[in-house]
């Protein structure tokens, strides 16, 4: 429930942020969420498959996910939130418009 919340409070600074510095607001606030949670089953996954494959090859104990679950639930949350801190720092960069002001025109006269 934490998380839930977590994520809503990032999406909503991250949309204000991106939405007051020029950028598209839906499009970065669906993309922290959606980094949010791929991350994080990115990286379950990945840990389930490597002790998946030390329980069949290497003999390693079959209750080594249940007894380490909360570890390897902080292990995913890591990344998921360094990540969105990423897109946060993204998005609260002032774009640059491109355009430069001109000159002002040379005097009339060159006496």
């Known amino acids: 429930m934490v998380l839930i919340i977590f994520l809503i409070i990032v999406s909503v600074f991250v949309y204000r942020t991106a939405r007051d510095n020029g950028y598209n ?3 970065w606030t669906v ?14 996954f990945g840990i389930g498959l490597f002790l998946g494959l030390g329980i069949q090859l290497w003999g390693w ?12 639930g902080l292990i995913g949350l890591i990344p998921a939130f ?26 009339p006269n060159f006496n």
């Open 61 to 72: 104990s079959p209750t080594l996910i249940e007894d380490y679950q909360f570890g390897f």
């Open 25 to 27: 607001a839906v499009l």
């Open 31 to 44: 993309a922290t969420a959606v980094v949010f949670f791929v991350v994080q089953l990115a990286v379950g």
């Open 82 to 107: 360094i990540l969105v801190w990423l897109i946060w720092r993204h998005v609260n960069v002032i774009r640059d418009d491109g355009v430069t002001p001109e000159p002002p025109p040379p005097p």
